[in-house]
Each structure stands twice: as structure tokens, then as C-alpha cells.
């Protein structure tokens, strides 16, 4: 499989070459072959005229739930602790693995046509979200969710859908999430870090998401959720951690001292009143951040151009300052910085060598013009409506024509 895109304005992330006009980008197989503005030699399976396309590397949705997208709508104007409770938890006690399966064929197909090429997931039944994500030609890393009393059950899971992915074409990888410490003992928390370190995994968890958690974890184990679960030696392990909105500096330095990966979900953290993330705070201190947009539940949508706005507003708001999270550094946490917390080395940027996963943009849309800098109309005019082409692994997965938006799985 090869493809070409010609003449089209490339947003690379790169820092020495951030923007380039009149570009080619060319595919072989799943990597970015050529970019320049020299038309490459050869021929090519697929070539799309880029004119009026902005072309970028596809997003990374760091923290999502991607079958939730079967609540959406169901329970909203709640506190998190109510709305998990008594609305959330009940409801997925009724979840079949068919469920999950057609919750997880709609959230990815969302996510596709909105520009995410690249999730990394906690939720039930995850084989039935790996059997969709293989059909749709979407990246992702897959963790089982874990709360107490299943632990065991959760682990025979995780060790099944480990060798499922391992028959998969190789977008798909597995972690391992155990969900938060109002959810996980003591007993579970080490044992998921233990399992995580046996199997080189990635934790996938969330973290001060509310100021309860906070006041009860005081409470049960004297310290913050940070302390005890640096106790309990996650931290050990890579770690992305959801939310991070009530951390204190002591927190912040043990993030910053074991490299955890903090996930902003601006959208999921104001709908539910949880709170504001100190993230300029945490990027001054030298704190990776990425961006999600947790649940379908929760946010109610997963198109990740809309937490990139926001992140990139929110924070000038509250402030005071309206140089805070320039455009460029936002955009690097949807993409580089989410690569990165992944523990990929050849994603985020569109780069010879790279994976070829990327999104071409309409820019002739009238909310696009005009188009003084690219960048910045990426973080506060694009929405995903505006995704025209996403490709990955050099595959076309999704195109929206001008009839129904077709998909890989799907005659295209």
C-alpha cells in the first residue's frame, strides 16, 4: 500500500520546520516514506490532491472510554461521585460484551471522523473494543479496567486479550488500568503494579479527579491519592494519570520525580463541577501533559478538537494572562506529548520514518478563512467536523465525501 498527497500545507510539529506550504507527504506500507516540496519519484496505490487541506499527524486521545459512548446522555448534571454511583456504575452491571462491542464500533468511528487515529482506552470487555478497533484500522492501547472484588477475574482478562492482540496487525497494545484509589485496595493497586512490571505495561488510572477523592483518601490512608499510590509502587511503572485536578506541589514533584504522564479532560472535569487542572503549573514544572476526552458520558463527545480549544482558552481565562498554553504548545499535547505518554518513539510528528498516521483538514470551510496562521486556526477554529481524510498505519480509514462518510471497514 503506498499514497501520495500533493500540494497540501503540512502542519509537521517539528520544531525546526513547523509549518511547510506546497508539501508532499508519501506513504510505503505503514511509514511516512517522503515530505518535502519536491514531488517524490515513483507511483503510488492512492493519491489525493491536497489544495486547500491542512495535513497534520493524527491525534492521541490519552484517556477515553470508549464504549461509555452507550450512556451518552444518560446521566449529566451530576457531581462525579453521584453520577458514578447511583447512575454509572449500576448501569454498566447490565453491560454484555455485544454491548460493548457496538458502544466501542460508534466511539471509534467518532473518533476517526473527528481526527483521532490513536486512543489509549479503560473500560470492560476489551476484547470486544480490540475486535472493533481491527475492523475500523484505528492505533490504540487497551486496558481492562479494573476495580475491587475482581481482580482476579480482570487478570485472566488482561492475559486473554494479550494474546488477542497478539494475533492483530500490530496497532493495538495492552495496559493496565486499575481505575482509581476510591475503587482499588491496597492489595489490588500493588498487584496491578506488579503485574505491570512483570509485562513491561503501562498504567493506565485515574487520579485526583475531585476534591472528595482527595478528603477521603486523607481520610483512609492519611496521605493524598498521589503519596498512596506511590506508595503502593505504581509510579514504578510508566503512568498516565486522568484528571490531576486537585494536586498539591508536593504531588506535582513526585509526578515530575517518576515521569507520570498527566491527561487534561477539560471538557469532562467543568461538566461534572470537578474542577480546573493547574496545568500551566504543571508544564512549568516540567510535567508531561497530554489530552483526553474521557467518556462519551461525561464529555459528551469524543472529538479531541474540542478539548485542544479549550485547553487552550481555559487556562488564559483563568489567569489572566493571555500568553499562557500558546497554540503550538497545546497542539503538541494532543499529539507529541500523547505519543510520548504512550511510549512511542516514531508518532506525532510527520517525519520520514514515522508511522503513517496523519489528517488532512478542509481549510476552504468559511469559519477557515482566512487563514493567517495555521496553527492557531487549528486550536481555536477547527472543530472535527473539518477532518476530510484520516489515515493510518498509510491506510485510509475514514473519508468524508459528499454523500455518507465512509469508513475502512466500509467500501471506501
Not at 101 to 125: A, N, P, Q, W
Not at 172 to 200: F, M, R, W
Amino acid at each position: 500500500m503506498s499514497l501520495l498527497i500533493k500540494n497540501v500545507t503540512a502542519i509537521t510539529m517539528c520544531e525546526e520546520t513547523r509549518v511547510l506550504e506546497n508539501a508532499y507527504i508519501a506513504t510505503r506500507e505503514n511509514r511516512i516514506s517522503y515530505l518535502g516540496t519536491k514531488k517524490p519519484e515513483g507511483t503510488f496505490d492512492e493519491v489525493i490532491d491536497g489544495h486547500g487541506m491542512v495535513a497534520m499527524p493524527g491525534l492521541i486521545n490519552a484517556h477515553t472510554h470508549t464504549a461509555m459512548t452507550l450512556l451518552r446522555s444518560y446521566a449529566d448534571d451530576m457531581n462525579l461521585q453521584d453520577w458514578l454511583f447511583q447512575k454509572i456504575f449500576p448501569f454498566e452491571d447490565t453491560l454484555t460484551p455485544e454491548m460493548v462491542y457496538e458502544g466501542s464500533v460508534r466511539g471509534i468511528k467518532e473518533m476517526l471522523s473527528t481526527g483521532t487515529t490513536c486512543f489509549h482506552d479503560m473500560y470492560f470487555f476489551q476484547e470486544e473494543t480490540a475486535k472493533a478497533a481491527e475492523e475500523l484500522g484505528i492505533r490504540g492501547v487497551l486496558c481492562e479496567g479494573i476495580t475491587d472484588p475482581v481482580l482476579e477475574k480482570k487478570i485472566e482478562k488482561t492475559e486473554k486479550l494479550i494474546e488477542q492482540v497478539k494475533k492483530s496487525e500490530g496497532r493495538l497494545q495492552v495496559g493496565i488500568s486499575p481505575h482509581a484509589v476510591y475503587t482499588c485496595n491496597e492489595d489490588t493497586l500493588k498487584t496491578c503494579a506488579d503485574y505491570a512490571k512483570k509485562h513491561g505495561f503501562r498504567i493506565h488510572t485515574h487520579l485526583s479527579e475531585t476534591k472528595t477523592e482527595n478528603q477521603d483518601a486523607e481520610k483512609a490512608y492519611g496521605m493524598s491519592p498521589t503519596k498512596w499510590m506511590e506508595q503502593c509502587g505504581l509510579f514504578d511503572n510508566p503512568t498516565m494519570a486522568a484528571h490531576c485536578v486537585w494536586l498539591s506541589d508536593e504531588d506535582i514533584a513526585i509526578l515530575k520525580k517518576y515521569d507520570v504522564t498527566v491527561v487534561h479532560n477539560p471538557v469532562s472535569n467543568l461538566k461534572l463541577a470537578s474542577g480546573i487542572a493547574e496545568i500551566p503549573k504543571l508544564v512549568n514544572k516540567g510535567v508531561n501533559v497530554a489530552l483526553g476526552t474521557d467518556g462519551a458520558s461525561s464529555n459528551n463527545n469524543l472529538d479531541l478538537f474540542e478539548e485542544i480549544k479549550l485547553t487552550g482558552i481555559l487556562h488564559k481565562g483563568t489567569s489572566l494572562d493571555p500568553t499562557m498554553l500558546p497554540a503550538w504548545e497545546v497542539l503538541k499535547m494532543a499529539t507529541i506529548n500523547g505519543a510520548k505518554a504512550l511510549g512511542f518513539d516514531d508518532l506525532g510528528m510527520l517525519k520520514t520514518g514515522y508511522l503513517a498516521d496523519l489528517i488532512l483538514l478542509d481549510f476552504e470551510k468559511p469559519h477557515l478563512t482566512p487563514n493567517h496562521n495555521t496553527v492557531s486556526n487549528l486550536v481555536y477554529a477547527v472543530s472535527g467536523a473539518d477532518v476530510a481524510y484520516t489515515v493510518v498505519d498509510g491506510r485510509i480509514v475514514y473519508c468524508r465525501g459528499m454523500q455518507k462518510p465512509k469508513f475502512l471497514s466500509e467500501t471506501l
